[in-house]
C-alpha cells in the first residue's frame, strides 16, 4: 500500500511565493505527479518528477527526493486564478493500476488572498 | 471540441437502480481508466483498462463494473446503486510511455 500526505489547507498573498509539500511512501516508487484542480472541474496535469532534483515550468516548480520520499510543488508570483487544489499522485509498480495507475494524497487547498 | 467526454455530466438516482456512466475520447489512447472522487479522500482508482481486451480492478472496485466496447469507450456500471456511491466520478486516458493522464469533466452522482 502507499501513504501520501499533504497539508490539507494553505493561505497565501496574490504575488508572493507558496511552497505545498508531499510526503509519500511507496514500495516501488516509479514517479510523482502533481494536477491542479479548480473546484468543481477536471485535474489538469502540472508537473512529473522520476529523478532527483528540481524541474521548472514557468511560474511552477516541483522537486523531487527519492531518499526521503519528499516532493514540493512551488508556485511563484501568484494569482487569483492559482486558488485550486493541488494533488500529489505517486505512481506505484507494484500497486493497482499498473506501471500507469495513480495514488492521489488528498489534495491542498490553496487560498489565495488579495 | 474536448478531447475526453463524459456522459451524463450529473445524475440523480435511488437505491437499487442500475445505472451506467460512459467515458468516451478521440485522443487515440489505449488506457482508460476510471476514478471516484469524494471530499476528504481524494481520488480513487476503480477500474483501469490498458487496451479493449485489458481490464484490471483498481482499489475500490466492489460494487461496480466496466466494459470497454471499444479503444475509445468504457463504461462504468453500478449493478445496484448504493447511497455510499454518491459521489464524484472522472474517466481518464492515458497513452504509452507518456507521463500524463487527460482527465474528462467528470460525472456528478447522487444515490438517494
Known amino acids: 500500500g502507499q501513504n501520501i500526505d499533504q497539508p490539507t489547507e494553505m493561505t497565501a498573498t496574490e504575488g508572493a511565493i507558496v511552497q505545498i509539500n508531499c510526503t509519500y511512501q511507496?514500495?516501488?516508487?516509479?514517479?510523482l505527479f502533481w494536477y491542479q484542480q479548480h473546484a468543481g472541474e477536471a485535474p489538469t496535469f502540472l508537473s512529473y518528477n522520476v529523478l532527483d532534483g528540481l524541474e521548472e515550468k514557468g511560474r511552477f516548480s516541483s522537486f523531487l527526493s527519492r531518499s526521503k520520499g519528499y516532493s514540493y510543488l512551488l508556485l511563484k508570483e501568484l494569482q487569483m486564478k492559482d486558488s485550486a487544489s493541488y494533488l500529489c499522485?505517486?505512481?506505484?509498480?507494484?500497486?493497482?493500476?499498473?506501471?500507469?495507475?495513480?495514488?492521489f494524497g488528498k489534495g491542498t487547498h490553496l487560498i489565495i488572498q488579495p | 471540441d474536448a478531447d475526453v467526454t463524459q456522459t451524463p455530466r450529473n445524475r440523480i438516482t435511488k437505491t437499487g437502480k442500475r445505472i451506467m456512466l460512459e467515458c468516451s475520447q478521440t485522443k487515440g489512447h489505449d488506457r482508460m481508466y476510471w476514478y471516484r472522487q469524494d471530499p476528504g479522500l481524494g481520488l480513487r482508482l476503480i477500474y483501469y483498462?490498458?487496451?479493449?481486451?485489458?481490464?484490471n480492478k483498481g482499489e475500490i472496485s466492489d460494487g461496480y463494473s466496466v466494459s470497454r466496447q471499444a479503444q475509445a469507450k468504457f463504461s462504468l456500471s453500478l449493478e445496484s446503486a448504493i447511497p455510499n456511491q454518491t459521489a464524484l466520478y472522472f474517466c481518464?486516458?492515458?497513452?504509452?510511455?507518456?507521463?500524463?493522464?487527460?482527465f474528462g469533466p467528470g460525472t456528478r452522482l447522487t444515490v438517494l
Open positions: 499522485a505517486v505512481r506505484d509498480l507494484y500497486s493497482g493500476g499498473g506501471a500507469d495507475g495513480l495514488t
Open positions: 481518464a486516458t492515458s497513452d504509452y510511455p507518456s507521463n500524463e493522464q487527460f
Open positions: 511507496t514500495s516501488g516508487f516509479n514517479g
Open positions: 483498462s490498458f487496451d479493449v481486451k485489458d481490464i
